[in-house]
């Protein structure tokens, strides 16, 4: 019986043997990412749990740990090394089996291209002013690139770095090549897109004063979750859930 956090699953699970630059140390996500998805893999265990039930009219246990749930979610690492016998390795942004797949630097800020295909590729090329970089033997084909792509990416990078990045989005988004700003949360917070979105709502805190918060990102065409209360002040629901427990207010002392 040990304790768990995130950061000692992330490290146990493999998840940060493959975080961070080749060349640098493991690292863990930016996002506890061991703790949310735990908890939504045992969300999806108890709709399914209470699915078998109208069934059978039997209960079950969940064991829901959240070293099984970041190997659950690492299915292309442990894949790749059933499928090779070697341990998959960091790569920073880029991508084992693709490539230009990874973030770039262009004049004022990072971005990232996906490349995924030889036909996405060939765009890229055309991008970039050389076309003729689609015939040359180190990246004829999505295995080359791949292998190759750490030479691909020094000739790429100092391209990037000539420009600023709308202009290169600009120019993907009219090839058809998959791109995206690497934002901040302050510029992704505050873009048009998420606030179209209807993602962000205001929260009233027992000292009257209004925040802004993230709500649920689902959207469903039939129902719509909303946020029914507040935050609670400091023993707010102390009655109402002791008198739940105990079945009694006369019980609590």
Partial sequence: QKGAFDVTVQAISGLMSVTGEEDGPPVKSGVPVGDFVTALYG????LASLANIEKTQKGNHIDC????????ISALQVSEYYGTGKSPKRLGSAHPRNAPYQGFY???KPFVIAAGNDKLWSSVCRVVGFPDLVN???????LSRAKN??????????IFSKRICDEWLEEFDFHGVPCAPINSYEEILH???VTDMGLINELELPNGQTIKDFGFPIKMTNYEFEITRNPPKLGEHNDEVMADWLHSKSNIS
């Fill in 65 to 72: 740990s959240m070293l099984g749930s970041l190997l659950g």
């Fill in 106 to 108: 262009a004049k004022d």
């Fill in 191 to 193: 873009d048009p897109h």
């Fill in 43 to 46: 969300a999806y265990s108890i």
């Fill in 149 to 158: 792509q750490g030479e691909l990416a020094g000739i790429l990078q100092p």
């Fill in 136 to 142: 040359d033997e180190r990246f004829t084909t999505q």
